[in-house]
């Protein structure tokens, strides 16, 4: 069993900054590409942004120069550094991978819980 848990969303005023981190634990045989999706209230998921095996980024152009994504391989692990916030930035922010898993190494989309990100005055 796979399972993504992220951490470190919060409240946080305007032009702050946040820091989310995903971990990736479970019968990993390999993780492929890793992102951020985030959802507010009333709109759909979109993306954020996702980074690759080989460390290609992409970024939705509404974040491009203010968060930066990154990843640990060692410990399965994506973060989303997040700066000058802005008020339209709150959603609920889910992170997701593509992965295989030990004896079908089949790749499979995963999802985790979500984290709330506030950010108001």
């Known amino acids: 069993q796979v399972q993504l848990v992220e951490s470190g969303g919060g409240l946080v005023q305007p032009g702050g900054s946040l820091r989310l981190s995903c971990a990736a634990s479970?019968?990993?045989?390999?993780?492929?590409?890793m992102g951020w999706y985030r959802q507010a209230p009333g709109k759909q998921r979109e993306l954020v942004a996702y980074?690759?095996?080989?460390?290609?980024?992409n970024y939705a152009d509404s974040v491009k120069g203010r968060f930066t994504i990154s990843r640990d391989n060692a410990k399965n692990t994506v973060y989303l550094q997040m700066n000058s916030l802005k008020p339209e930035d709150t959603a609920v922010y889910y992170c997701?991978?593509?992965?295989?898993?030990?004896?079908?190494?089949?790749?499979?989309?995963?999802w985790g819980q979500g984290t709330q990100v506030t950010v108001s005055s």
């Open positions: 997701n991978a593509d992965l295989s898993t030990q004896g079908t190494m089949i790749p499979n989309n995963y």
């Open positions: 479970g019968s990993i045989f390999s993780i492929y590409a």
């Open positions: 980074i690759t095996s080989g460390r290609r980024t």
